[in-house]
């Protein structure tokens, strides 16, 4: 009896990869370790390109510091797990383990999500109060706007580490992911799980679901701005502003809603669709922000191609 109740007290989860498919990992994680790879090494070039060229020194990059330094953190936390169910099929992870995870997966998704609506106001001051912009974002005020981002995602996300805590489970609950998710923790519980399901749907609203709004509004401003100018080369130019940062909310939002409406109405679907839909929504965004902003950002692509070259000679 003992050893039961200390096995409820410390539950284990089982981490899922691809479900029939084990005899394949080895394949699988090719791939993922070649994304994996191409994240860090491209967010790492977007960081210190930013870091030695003193003319990216502007609020643009500062932004785009801040979604760099986010995928790598995004990425760091997600592939441990999914390396040890893939490379040695270690699926146990503790609880507390798990809770970790989960929180830091969850605080870079929400910081993503502010760091791409803080862009679009950076683009909207760009484009609206050009004469501005400097005096508007001044350093003082993208130091603010860092620590409120940051502060609000650790915030939303703190609390629901205690009210998992606080659930019932089974000595051993097998999750369905290789990695540890909010949504996916809060099914394997015994007891009821209404209070962490609102306070989830809660984060959520407070979160992505403000920060997609704000986003909405943003552009609209953006595209009346633009429409507004009487030059069609000054329109078209303003807009090409906006391409890189289109594509990179494009990316985060899009995996995500695929993945909400697939864990939402899939109950159906083949676990390796939800498994693969996680997976997109976690490794996508940090693989191609790098390569969206290094090829359609002038500045961008100009210094690496500078720095390159430094190199050859």
């Not at 169910?85 to 270690?90: D, P, S």
């Not at 489970?169 to 369905?176: A, D, E, H, K, T």
């Not at 909010?182 to 749907?201: A, E, F, P």
Request: net charge positive.
């Amino acid at each position: 009896m003992s050893v039961f109740n200390d096995s409820v007290l410390y539950p284990c989860f089982l981490l899922t990869g691809f479900s029939g498919l084990e005899s394949r990992y080895g394949l699988i994680s090719l791939p993922i370790f070649l994304v994996y790879a191409i994240s860090v090494a491209g967010n790492i070039t977007i960081l210190f390109i930013i870091r030695t060229e003193p003319s990216l020194h502007q609020p643009m990059y500062y932004f785009l510091s801040m979604l760099a330094f986010t995928d790598l953190g995004l990425s760091t936390t997600t592939l441990p797990t999914m390396f040890s169910v893939f490379w040695f099929h270690a699926r146990e992870i503790s609880f507390n383990g798990c809770l970790v995870q989960m929180y830091f997966i969850h605080v870079f998704s929400i910081i993503e999500s502010a760091v791409l609506l803080a862009m679009a106001f950076d683009r909207l001051v760009a484009i609206r109060a050009p004469l501005r912009y400097a005096a508007i974002l001044t350093n003082d005020i993208i130091i603010g706007i860092a620590l409120a981002i940051t502060g609000r995602a650790l915030a939303l996300v703190f609390p629901a580490s205690f009210l998992l805590k606080r659930l019932q489970y089974r000595p051993v609950n097998i999750l369905s992911y290789p990695f540890c998710l909010h949504q996916d923790l809060i099914k394997t519980t015994v007891s009821s799980r209404r209070v962490s399901s609102i306070y989830g749907l809660v984060v959520v609203i407070c979160s992505m679901g403000l920060d997609s709004v704000l986003l909405l509004l943003s552009y609209i401003l953006i595209l009346g701005t633009v429409l507004s100018i009487a030059s069609r080369t000054e329109r078209v130019k303003a807009l090409n502003t906006c391409i890189s940062h289109i594509c990179a909310v494009l990316t985060f939002y899009t995996p995500m809603i695929g993945l909400s409406m697939i864990h939402r109405y899939g109950q159906n679907a083949s676990p390796f669709v939800h498994v693969f839909m996680a997976n997109v929504y976690l490794l996508v965004p940090p693989l191609m922000n790098p390569i969206v902003y290094s090829v359609k950002t002038k500045q961008i692509r100009d210094r690496i191609l500078k720095k390159f070259n430094q190199q050859k000679v």
